[in-house]
């Protein structure tokens, strides 16, 4: 079983930042990627980001060039620093682990950005 386990949601003004961490622990035996997906209230769950073992990364359209994605492959955590935070971005963030033939989220996180 593998466990993810985020953390960094929370409240911020229109043009804060947050960082958004996912640590993940448990019977790993590879990940292939490591992500962030978002689902705001009456909206279907999206791809906010994703990053590769390799590093290769891709983005939403709505977030590049105010999100990066990065990851720690010692510490089998990925983050997600969020800058020029916009009102739509509100939504229950959730962290996502791919491996050969499994996948795993999280519990997900609450970002609420005020206008």
């Known amino acids: 079983q593998v466990q993810l386990v985020e953390s960094g949601g929370g409240l911020v003004q229109a043009g804060g930042s947050l960082r958004l961490s996912c640590a993940a622990s448990?019977?790993?035996?590879?990940?292939?990627?490591m992500g962030w997906y978002r689902q705001a209230p009456g909206k279907q769950r999206e791809l906010v980001a994703r990053?590769?073992?390799?590093?290769?990364?891709n983005y939403a359209d709505s977030v590049k060039g105010r999100f990066t994605i990065s990851r720690d492959n010692a510490k089998n955590t990925v983050y997600l620093q969020m800058n020029s935070l916009k009102p739509e971005d509100t939504a229950v963030y959730y962290c996502?682990?791919?491996?050969?033939?499994?996948?795993?989220w999280g519990q997900g996180t609450q970002v609420i950005v005020s206008s």
């Open positions: 990053i590769a073992s390799g590093g290769s990364t």
């Open positions: 448990g019977s790993i035996f590879s990940i292939n990627a």
């Open positions: 996502n682990l791919e491996g050969s033939g499994y996948g795993y």
